[in-house]
């Protein structure tokens, strides 16, 4: 009697192998890994203490600003304002305390309430006042990088001693980092164990199944935007405290690098994924490939292409990934 013969159903034939399961969830992390290795290869200079303290130190701006990003993409919006409003957020500080003379721990908590209440008008204007998402970050980039200018009369201000503590190192270790690594926490604590970040996700998802469900969408949009200002003013005063003053010019471009930091971690644009441990991993990636090429003699205008084929292979993934519906 011949036994019979069974059949694997065509979903369960169909699944990836698991390490193809496992490199396309974590394709950042594969691609720093080799780009780690090649690095190690190409230059005995990569993997040395010193260079990889530069490396964290170099990743922990955009780390910071990027994981503000990473609440605004996870809710399917886009923030275009971080970097003058992390200029803001500094030279704010800095102008209170060399001009007004207010005590220095005041004047950090001022460039952070700055950044916060940049965020939160931000946020209002997109879900009360209709505006989209782009156009009203944009007009926030140009209205906070002009404050920054107007406080400064475009020259530095010495930032307080008490910012100034966030650029120097402890025991051999960089506050830039350890501001990062908080960050980093933060970010993950409110998406992964708060009814918030867990609406942020139900918002990206669907919105309008997210307003049926009985969420406040529109407050957790202001308080997205109001997150994303506050990460953006801390990477501001971090900055600031590297160089013990505040410059006008602070954070330039920055939104960019932090929208591929959150991109590369493996964040749909489209909204609804999204998660702080990719977005670290995006923002190392992004240390690394310049730290490396600059190692390596690899000219600036070369360091962009290469960073924008790194942004295009992390969509690929992300297309991939929902093609075989992981």
Known sequence: MTSPTTTVPASKSAKPHPVLHWMLNNGALVGLIILCVALFIATPHFLTVGNLINVGIQAATVAILAFGMTFV???AGIDLSVGSVAAFGGMSSAYFFSEVGLPGPLTLVIGLLFGLLSGAI?????????LPAFIATLAMMSIARGATLVIS???PIPSAPAVNVLGKSYFHLPMPIVMMALAGLCCWFILSRT???RSMYAIGGNVEAARLS???VQRIL????SLSGLFAALAGLVITARLSSAQPQTALGYELDAIAAVVIGGASLAGGTGKASGTFVGAILLAVIRNGLNILNVSSFWQQIVIG???AVAVGFDVIRNKTAI
């Not at 209002?124 to 209709?130: D, L, M, N, Q, S």
């Not at 202001?222 to 935007?225: F, G």
């Open 309 to 311: 084929l790194v942004i």
């Open 195 to 197: 009814v918030i970040g």
């Open 73 to 75: 993409i996870v809710a």
């Open 122 to 130: 931000c946020g209002i204007a997109i879900a009360y006042g209709r």
């Open 153 to 155: 009369q475009g020259a």
């Open 214 to 216: 009985g969420i406040p």
């Open 222 to 225: 202001v308080i997205v935007y």
